[in-house]
């Protein structure tokens, strides 16, 4: 039997509901979700390879709703995720135990409670048929994981928020959040931000170091007319030594990546109400250049001569390299692969042919930066009928402000 105090509330979560959960050692994170949201991701996962890169990696759901799932929550990890490495699934049953346990203890509590006050209340009869309300959760990878500070953005994509099953009411609420906020103008908002040693003022870090801006900055403060400042304040930041060169470099990644975004959803064919795209960095300037510095080889690449380029083929989770003198050259795409060529005295790079390490899991540790496609509870797959321009303007807004932010 697991111990209590293994199971861990995920602190670095920026947005969204409470409830998600992260194991001790912060690979897996664990979000309680809707039947939509798993389907979303299995079709994704078995039948769009370009797409499911985009998102975090996706390990399984558990199902977490009475005590018997301590007992058979084994059969309940899907077959679907026999790639996970055998770490990550004893990890998932342990935390799924642990999660049923404690989910248990508190039915047990409330029933405890309701027997107490039946007692005053003849009329009071128990409901079977009540039911928590996170009887489902996604198993997947932490985009935060392998970070020592990870600075973290969540950017809302869409003018419209509401999928074709809203009421009324909710479609009124959130266009009127589109009406004030940059989802109007730039077809996303800032929906949660933490930035390491971020902000002018120390005394609004939390106990960690972070400058935490809740959902109210991206509604309250954001506006057409400063969200490229605000977005700057994610990206640069000399108190945690996070300098112009480096912070254009980080900058430049995430262009790249969003192109590929841009892309892929420019040729899936998807709708996507309220997702989000989740941006990760190294939040600690030194630890950034550190890890950036960790992807060199340990056998020095061969000749890298300006006559003759080197064919490089990255599948590094940055793609920032660095050349002999420490300058840093050449940003590609995030986890995918990419063939191209590079010139000059190379000393960062991963060469074609190159050996792929077994536990390719952790070969890219400690991570420089992440873009990740996140939350489909109102996301469907629609065959024929085009790609999705609402989620699409957001990413080309963000492709021309991190531009700005990378020159
Ligand atoms: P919700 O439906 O509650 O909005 P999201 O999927 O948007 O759920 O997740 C809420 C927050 O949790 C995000 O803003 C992000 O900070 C964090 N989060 C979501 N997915 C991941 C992930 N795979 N790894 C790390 N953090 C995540
Ligand atoms: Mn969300």
């Not at 250049?289 to 940055?318: C, F, G, M, W, Y």
Request: aromatic fraction near 8%.
């Amino acid at each position: 039997i697991p111990k209590h105090a293994d199971l861990q509330p995920y602190n670095f979560a920026v947005a969204g509901h409470d409830g998600t959960l992260c194991d001790p050692e912060g690979e897996l994170f664990i979000k309680p979700c809707v039947q939509q949201e798993i389907d979303f991701y299995e079709k994704a996962f078995k039948d769009h390879p370009a797409f499911a890169d985009l998102m975090p990696e996706y390990l399984g759901t558990l199902v977490l709703n009475d005590a018997s799932d301590v007992h058979d929550i084994e059969e309940q990890i899907p077959a679907a995720v026999e790639h996970m490495t055998q770490h990550f699934k004893e990890e998932a049953v342990r935390m799924a135990k642990q999660h049923a346990a404690d989910v248990a203890a508190a039915e047990a509590a409330k029933e405890a409670d309701a027997l107490a006050a039946s007692k005053d209340n003849v009329s009071w009869k128990p409901n079977k048929s009540r039911k928590i309300a996170t009887d489902k959760s996604v198993v997947l990878e932490n985009a935060a994981y392998g970070f020592k500070r990870p600075n973290i953005l969540d950017a809302k994509l869409g003018q419209r928020l509401w999928a074709d099953d809203a009421p009324m009411e909710k479609r009124k609420r959130f266009d009127e959040i589109t009406k004030v906020t940059t989802n109007g103008s730039h077809g996303f908002r800032i929906a949660g931000m933490r930035v390491y040693k971020g902000g002018e003022n120390p005394d609004e870090w939390d106990q960690e170091g972070y400058k935490v801006y809740n959902k109210d900055h991206g509604r309250l403060v954001v506006n057409k007319d400063n969200v490229v400042d605000e977005i700057r304040k994610f990206i640069f930041n000399p108190r945690a030594n996070i300098d112009e060169d480096l912070g254009r470099a980080v900058a430049e990644a995430f262009v790249n990546d969003l192109k590929r975004v841009e892309q892929v959803l420019a040729s899936s064919e998807t709708r996507m109400y309220s997702a989000s795209l989740l941006f990760t960095f190294e939040g600690d300037g030194d630890a950034l250049r550190a890890a950036i510095e960790n992807q060199t080889p340990t056998t020095p690449p061969k000749e890298a001569t300006e006559k003759e380029p080197v064919p490089l083929a990255s599948r590094v989770d940055s793609g920032i390299v660095m050349d002999g003198e420490g300058e840093i050259i050449l940003p590609q795409g995030n986890g995918t692969t990419i063939n191209g060529v590079i010139e000059g005295d190379v000393k960062v790079l991963q060469l074609a042919g190159e050996a792929e390490s077994d536990d390719e899991e952790f070969a890219s540790l400690p991570k420089i930066y992440s873009l990740k496609l996140i939350d489909f509870a109102h996301a469907t797959w629609v065959p024929g009928q085009g790609p999705d321009e609402n989620s699409l303007f957001g990413v080309r807004s963000l492709i021309k402000i991190f531009e700005e932010l990378a020159k």
